[in-house]
């Protein structure tokens, strides 16, 4: 894969998708998969630009577009914007209609809490779907984290949560404070994945009553693509595709450890532990 900035994944059961966060190239691509080794992406939705460009303009206090989290749901693609704090909703051959998640109504209310940092890069992050009730989970990354239930039907938030983010984080590391994330999610069979990106690991929540069943760890596999300090994790988005695990990173501008000279994108598939 080339560096485009690649933010989020989401399958529909044939293939992956991925988005940019880069602006010049808000697109959905469609990854192909070849010999088990390598991957191409060609595009596969593309966001207009008039579009685009009268979408920034009406939130313009809040920066550029940047898609950072996609899901498919029966048939539509949800694109989460990071710093816009808002979804996008792309359905086939037609122009994105805008869902302007009720955040500040919904945090006035009594002991709903507001977990935004006011960082513009420590927003929306991750988005899944449950299309049985016609919801989505919606994930501000960090500074603090937390989950959100939104009915698409009702308009409205359900609730919000988060999970035990474990000891390893927050933390000083050298310069750097390192703060527990949601970098991406997914939702499969009645479960909802979780991808840590700052603690390398998937956790498995149960999607009804959201309480973390398991968790796992891929670590020594995401330390071994790119020569970095390893302070925070590259991990952007998880699917669940085909019976296994799908993790693609963003190398931010880190160089490949098996391909020295490289700094193109990769993506990780691993078996789902029984």
């Known amino acids: ?50 579009w685009v460009n009268q979408y920034e303009t009406g939130h313009m206090k809040r920066g550029r577009i940047d898609l950072e989290g996609i899901v498919v749901c029966d048939g539509v693609f949800y694109l989460a914007d990071e710093r ?16 302007d998640l009720p955040f500040d109504s919904f ?11 006011g960082v513009s890069n420590a927003g929306l992050e991750a988005i899944a779907c449950d299309p049985s009730r016609n919801l989505l989970f919606v994930f501000n990354e960090r500074m603090f984290r937390m989950g959100y239930s ?9 609730n919000q949560f988060d999970v035990p983010s474990g000891y390893r984080a927050p933390r000083l590391d050298r310069d750097y404070w390192v703060f527990p994330d949601f970098a991406g999610a997914d939702y499969f069979e009645d479960k909802l ?12 929540l149960d999607g009804k009553n959201l309480t973390v ?22 991990a952007e ?9 799908f993790v693609i990173f963003d190398n931010n501008d ?16 691993f078996e789902i532990p029984k």
């Open 150 to 158: 939104y009915s698409l039907q009702a308009g409205e938030f359900l």
């Open 254 to 269: 880190f160089e490949r450890v098996d391909a020295p000279g490289k700094y193109n994108a990769a993506l990780l598939e």
């Open 237 to 245: 988005g998880i699917a669940i595709h085909k019976g296994r695990f």
């Open 1 to 50: 894969m080339e560096q485009l900035g690649l933010s989020g994944l989401t399958s529909d059961g044939k293939s992956l998708y991925t988005v940019s966060d880069v602006k010049e190239i808000s697109n959905v691509f469609r990854i192909s998969i070849k010999d088990g080794t390598r991957a191409s992406l060609k595009v596969h939705r593309v966001l207009p630009e008039a």
């Open 193 to 204: 994945y979780l991808l840590v990106r700052n603690d390398y690991a998937i956790l498995e």
């Open 84 to 99: 816009k704090r808002t979804v996008l909703a792309l359905a086939e051959d037609q122009n994105p209609t805008l869902i």
């Open 213 to 234: 069943l398991r968790r796992f760890s891929f670590e020594n596999r995401s330390k071994k693509l790119y020569s970095s300090p390893g302070i925070f994790g590259m």
């Open 107 to 117: 945090h006035a209310q009594e002991n709903r809490m507001n977990p935004f940092s």
